[in-house]
């Protein structure tokens, strides 16, 4: 299959781009520029840096045309605080922009598409007494996204959505976004972290996963991809070792975490701005076990059982961590 990534020369794309490459696929990158340090991806892959958004429909249609299938790796996370109202900015570049690249994709002839999401989607189906896309404008962004994008396949091309927890692993020449935790956990200070836990997978994983989304991905499925379910005191603990400081992690009790959360809402009011995850409701949800059983998903798209250490190693050592 002839496979299009738009934000291919990212942490996922890249890495799906290699997963993509070992089944036999053929494979274009979308960037934005500045082009990717030569040599990062084998000379078989073809390179397109430009910014998408500008670009009109007739020249999406024609970059579009001739690929089988289409993976959407772009749009913004959590991690952007935008000026408030934050919603119209998570939708502009969330869901405007999913809908309009399939939308065109599927007038290009492209057959299927993915959509790398989040798992506060899957979270805000499983428990709807949450509100979480009410509260939080990213994550409302993202149940929108899916919509959209499956709303625009129509019948005509089959689209599914990747719901992704949290990643590691890393790649030649970039910082991981991990890099302030890791910090914080292997400093000499004492580690305060909430209760709770997430769901965690490597990048190898995520990239399997989207191989087998692009191959067998049901249409209009969203699937939740699941590795390690760790508590936060597991998963900080291991960074730890991991990165020869062991120590205690200390679990702050739940209002002093709020009090915390309430703080930062009021410096973003000052500031003009408004966070995608409302800070004060979004402890509610970090403080819960947001775990995945990742049975089904393996199932259907293939992807490996792995063992977290060897990505979290690789995660601590590119962030110039021994």
């Given at each position: 299959m002839k496979v299009l990534i738009i934000g291919g020369t990212g942490f996922l794309g890249y890495h799906a781009t290699l997963e993509l490459l070992t089944r036999g696929h053929e494979v274009t990158v979308v960037g934005l520029p500045p082009a990717p340090p030569s040599g990062l991806f084998p000379p078989e892959v073809k390179i397109q840096l430009c910014d998408i958004a500008p670009l009109a429909n007739d020249e999406l249609i024609s970059l579009f045309r001739g690929n089988d299938a289409l993976v959407f790796a772009a749009g913004v996370d959590d991690r952007t605080t935008p000026k408030k109202p934050a919603y119209p900015f998570f939708v502009k570049h969330n869901v405007e922009s999913v809908k309009r690249v399939f939308t065109l994709?599927?007038?290009?002839?492209?057959?299927?598409?993915?959509?790398?999401?989040?798992?506060?989607?899957?979270?805000?189906?499983?428990?709807?007494?949450?509100?979480?896309?009410?509260?939080?404008?990213?994550?409302?962004?993202?149940?929108?996204?899916?919509?959209?994008?499956?709303?625009?396949?129509?019948?005509?091309?089959?689209?599914?959505?990747?719901?992704?927890?949290?990643?590691?692993?890393?790649?030649?020449?970039?910082?991981?976004?991990?890099?302030?935790?890791?910090?914080?956990?292997?400093?000499?200070?004492?580690?305060?972290?909430?209760?709770?836990?997430?769901?965690?997978?490597?990048?190898?994983?995520?990239?399997q996963a989207i191989c087998g989304a692009v191959e067998q991905g049901k249409p209009g499925k969203c699937y939740p991809i699941g590795g390690e379910n760790l508590t936060w005191v597991q998963l900080l603990g291991l960074i730890g070792k991991l990165g020869g400081r062991s120590k205690k992690v200390i679990t702050l009790p739940k209002w002093l975490v709020k009090f915390g959360a309430l703080m930062l809402s009021f410096m973003h009011m000052l500031q003009g701005k408004e966070s995608g995850l409302e800070p004060v409701a979004f402890i509610d949800l970090q403080t819960k076990e947001t775990f995945i059983d990742s049975e089904e998903a393996r199932g259907e798209l293939g992807y490996s059982i792995e063992d977290l250490t060897s990505a979290l190693t690789e995660t601590i050592r590119a962030c110039n961590y021994h």
């Open positions: 994709a599927r007038q290009a002839g492209v057959s299927r598409g993915i959509v790398l999401g989040s798992y506060f989607a899957y979270f805000d189906r499983l428990w709807p007494e949450m509100k979480l896309a009410e509260h939080h404008p990213y994550i409302r962004s993202r149940v929108e996204q899916a919509k959209a994008a499956i709303a625009a396949g129509q019948d005509k091309m089959s689209i599914s959505i990747l719901e992704l927890p949290y990643i590691f692993g890393c790649m030649p020449g970039r910082v991981p976004l991990w890099k302030p935790l890791i910090k914080y956990i292997l400093s000499p200070f004492p580690l305060f972290y909430p209760a709770g836990g997430t769901a965690c997978v490597t990048v190898h994983q995520v990239a």
